[in-house]
T-cell receptor, first 109, second 113 residues
Framework: ELKVEQNPLFLSMQEGKNYTIYCNYS?????LYWYRQDPGKSLESLFV?????AVKQEGRLMASLDTKARLSTLHITAAVHDLSATYFC?????????FGAGTRLTVKP | DTEVTQTPKHLVMGMTNKKSLKCEQH?????MYWYKQKAKKPPELMFV???????INESVPSRFSPECPNSSLLNLHLHALQPEDSALYLC????????????FGNGTRLTVT
């Protein structure tokens, strides 16, 4: 059974600081996704990583994928309050998209 | 703004009721999904339709019955639900299963009394 593990589950950071969220998974999939969910809202796609070594960047967020280590990272640079949300990684396994538990990020002034 | 439209936004139903959740997308996506999300938990996959055929059914109780009338529409029929079925039900679509991100609707918040 595919398992997707994220850590940390909760992250409180100050504005301007950097941090990384980790996503480990248990299969050989090379298709990994990052989503953002604001409280009471739906999920929004952030990044699609489809090959080993893939790196995508959007603003203060950068995602990478190492399929050999079965690890993806979401790096936050110089955090701002607007980044406060829950971030999910998800792995596709034969058309079955499985989500990690989510990382609830709070950015404080 | 989401391009996947779900109705209703909120639904309260008794355990003996029959209701349906509806989902619509006009992006030409050929894969559509139902997810269930409890508070502070990740979405859990329920059903996947690919090219209007049910391709994944994650051992969901029969009180949930999906239907895909055409490539743009997805329904979830509800009957004899339990209070523990109360959750946010999310519909999603993707260009094709496997290598494209999911586009989520805003969800239907279901309360079973």
């Amino acid at each position: 059974e595919l398992k997707v593990e994220q850590n940390p589950l909760f992250l409180s950071m100050q504005e301007g600081k950097n941090y990384t969220i980790y996503c480990n998974y248990s299969t050989t999939s090379d298709r990994l996704y990052w989503y953002r969910q604001d409280p009471g809202k739906s999920l929004e796609s952030l990044f699609v990583l489809l090959s080993n070594g893939a790196v995508k960047q959007e603003g203060r967020l950068m995602a990478s994928l190492d399929t050999k280590a079965r690890l993806s990272t979401l790096h936050i640079t110089a955090a701002v309050h607007d980044l406060s949300a829950t971030y999910f990684c998800a792995v596709d396994n034969n058309n079955d998209m499985r989500f990690g538990a989510g990382t609830r990020l709070t950015v404080k002034p | 703004d989401t391009e996947v439209t779900q109705t209703p936004k909120h639904l309260v139903m008794g355990m003996t009721n029959k209701k349906s959740l509806k989902c619509e997308q006009h992006m030409g996506h050929r894969a559509m999904y139902w997810y269930k999300q409890k508070a502070k938990k990740p979405p859990e996959l329920m059903f996947v339709y690919s090219y209007e055929k049910l391709s994944i059914n994650e051992s969901v109780p029969s009180r949930f019955s999906p239907e895909c009338p055409n490539s743009s529409l997805l329904n979830l029929h509800l009957h004899a639900l339990q209070p523990e079925d109360s959750a946010l039900y999310l519909c999603a679509s993707s260009h094709r299963t496997g290598d494209s991100p999911l586009h989520f609707g805003n969800g239907t918040r279901l309360t079973v009394t």
